[in-house]
Each structure stands twice: as C-alpha cells, then as structure tokens.
Nanobody, 125 residues
Framework: VQLQASGGGLVQAGGSLRLSCAAS????????MGWFRQAPGKEREFVAA????????YYTDSVKGRFTSSKDNAKNTVYLQMNSLKPEDTAVYYC???????????????????WGQGTQVTVSS
C-alpha cells in the first residue's frame, strides 16, 4: 500500500484547507484510515480516523467541530477538511492505513501499518 498525502500549505488563522490522501491498490475499501500530525519538537499525535466503510469518524478533542474526515472508496482517497484553523494546528500531517481493523480500536500509531510521507500545514496568526 502506498499513500500520497497532499493539500497542505500556508493559511491564515480562521482559514481552511483540505488534505487528500490517495492510496494505491484495489483494496482501499478494506482499509480504515487515520490522520496524525507532528508539530516541531513534539511527538506525533492522533487527529482523526475513519472506518473502513467511511460510516464512522473519530476526532481528537482539539479538532472536533472544525475538522471532518471523509472517504471516497471509488477514488481510493481519504480527505481531511480543516476549517477554522488555528496556529496550534501547524504541523506535518500524515495519513495512515489500517489494514487489520474495520475501525482502529484506539488512537495510537500501532493500529496503523502503512503511512504516507506527510504534508506541511502552517497556520499564521
């Protein structure tokens, strides 16, 4: 499985970005997907997850109500719509695939077995 994240950039506080993560392979619909981020000097943290079917989503508290993840199995792509961005959202964002779980049972990296290369999101104040 190869994952290619894109859509990052520089945006002012209050603005929006949509990240995309395109996956290779014919079995994308069997993957649950997650988004993580890593800010400078900090550990990588969970942001959002979406179930295999796309019917269930999960978010860390700090992005609830602002970020929305969606999954298009026909396009082999998962999205992260980020609204009302804050400077503290600045980070490298990674997408990840979980091939073992229809919905990852937790928010830690160990449930994900494939990772994309990351895309930089910078939010200016």
């Amino acid at each position: 499985v190869q994952l290619q994240a894109s859509g990052g950039g520089l945006v002012q506080a209050g603005g929006s970005l949509r990240l995309s993560c395109a996956a290779s392979g014919r079995t994308f619909r069997s993957y649950a997907m997650g988004w993580f981020r890593q800010a400078p000097g900090k550990e990588r943290e969970f942001v959002a997850a979406i179930s295999r079917s796309g019917g269930s989503t999960y978010y860390t508290d700090s992005v609830k109500g602002r970020f929305t993840s969606s999954k298009d199995n026909a396009k082999n792509t998962v999205y992260l719509q980020m609204n009302s961005l804050k400077p503290e959202d600045t980070a490298v964002y990674y997408c990840a695939a979980s091939t073992l779980y229809p919905t990852p049972p937790g928010n830690t990296e160990r449930y994900y077995d494939y990772w994309g290369q990351g895309t930089q999101v910078t939010v200016s104040s």
